[in-house]
């Protein structure tokens, strides 16, 4: 069987309440649908796997690992967000086996709606926005800044008394040993104060503009206690071109905005927050990195004009499969050690190594089927996730 270099790939978008109206179409510049398009998944994942436009020589990317014996240690998506995704955090390598071990000897089926594992993988994640205003919360803030706001809370919700003990739960809680992450599992816990705690916080934030995300985010999760988790994280807007870098334990959340995200090939999620779906508070403490601080944006190479690339922080380690990704507006030159995906988001440009070639105008994306030189030449935008 030929192994052609460039292949064409596409799938379905996947229509996740959080999604944007048209999100996936606006990014490929497509008809649109009218329908919420959130995420669209290029790579073999099986729960989604790309398909192979013509199906020839195989159908989808996850026959072409299987037959080739190939594999793509990555997963590259177009995410659109209109509404805040869940708090949520991912395993390491080591984690997601040992997790993905248990659950099977439980006999819990892949598909089960309170299965966490669902594949022995970590994931690892960057993302890159698309607009300007792109919005995450990221990472802890400080202890002492959470502190201040809570102090201030204090005052403004003094008329609910039990809302006012909860919250000296949650001040105690934070200020002891290991603080963030008691204080964070608590307001999972269940407690039977919490909901009093959520209203009042809630009420506040529709009146005091210093509290406003939480108003936002409580109109789409109204009465969820990750309301109040999310004023325990860092909360940043990105520029066109910014990227977040998302290692394994990173407690984060998107809240709207459109980017190209680029994952270990994974769909493990321990979720703390903000969803309706199964909270596993037993695995997230254990994946949990509760360290506060830090800046989780994580700046490019500029390889030369028109070129950069996206290396997320101790590439090659257990924690981090080897992956980059390259965000291209003009003339170029990549030299890939693996397969990739390509994806054009604007513009019109070539790919070409040897006698080989595919067009990539805006909307098209693409498998690089194995190591290559590839020559690029356009102009506009477009992305190549490598491994």
Same mark, same amino acid.
């Given at each position: 069987?030929?192994? !052609? ?51 020839? !020589? ?25 509404? !805040? ?23 819990? =089926? ?17 993302? %890159? ?40 739960? +949650? ?73 977040? +870098?998302? =290692? ?47 800046? =989780?944006?994580?700046? !490019?190479?500029? %390889? ?15 924690? %981090? ?39 990539? =105008? ?26």
């Amino acid at each position: 069987m030929t192994n !052609p270099l460039f292949l064409e790939i596409d799938n379905t978008p996947r229509d996740y309440a959080w999604g944007l109206v048209d999100g996936v179409a606006h990014v490929r510049g497509t008809a649109p649908t009218g329908r919420k398009e959130a995420e669209l998944w290029l790579g073999a994942h099986p729960s989604a796997p790309s398909r192979i436009v013509g199906g020839a !020589p195989w159908s989808t990317l996850e026959a072409w690992e299987s037959e080739t014996g190939a594999t793509l240690p990555f997963l590259l998506k177009v995410l659109c967000a209109a509404e !805040p995704l869940s708090l949520q955090a991912h395993p390491s390598t080591a984690q997601a086996q040992a997790g993905f071990d248990r659950e099977n000897a439980r006999g819990i =089926p892949l598909d089960a709606p309170h299965r966490t594992y669902r594949d022995p993988h970590a994931k690892p994640e960057l993302i %890159v926005a698309l607009h300007d205003g792109f919005e995450a919360l990221c990472g802890f803030r400080p202890a002492a800044e959470v502190q201040a706001d809570l102090r201030t809370l204090a005052g403004l919700i003094d008329a609910a008394p039990d809302a006012s003990a909860a919250l000296q739960t +949650w001040q105690q809680h934070l200020a002891g040993a290991d603080g963030i992450r008691r204080a964070f599992l608590w307001l999972l816990s269940g407690d039977e104060s919490l909901p009093a705690l959520v209203t009042a916080v809630t009420a506040v934030a529709e009146r005091d503009a210093r509290f406003a995300l939480l108003a936002r985010i409580a109109e789409a999760h109204p009465a969820d206690p990750g309301i109040l988790g999310a004023l325990m994280l860092q909360h940043l807007t990105l520029r066109a071109g910014e990227a977040l +870098w998302l =290692p394994a334990g990173n407690i984060h959340a998107y809240l709207r905005g459109s980017g190209i995200e680029l994952m270990g090939p994974s769909d493990n999620v321990m979720r703390g927050g903000l969803t309706g779906k199964h909270i596993d508070k037993v695995e997230l403490d254990r994946v949990l990195d509760a360290r506060e601080g830090g800046d =989780p944006r994580l700046a !490019p190479e500029v %390889v030369s004009d028109g070129l950069r690339v996206f290396r997320p922080v101790e590439r090659g380690t257990d924690d %981090v499969p080897g992956f980059e990704l390259y965000a291209i507006e003009s003339d170029g030159e990549i030299v890939l050690d693996g397969a990739g995906i390509a994806l054009a988001t604007d513009g019109e440009f070539e790919l070409a190594s040897d006698d080989e070639h595919i067009a990539m =105008p805006r909307g098209r994306a693409a498998l690089i089927s194995r190591p290559a030189t590839v020559r690029i030449t356009g102009a506009g935008r477009l992305f190549v996730a490598a491994g």
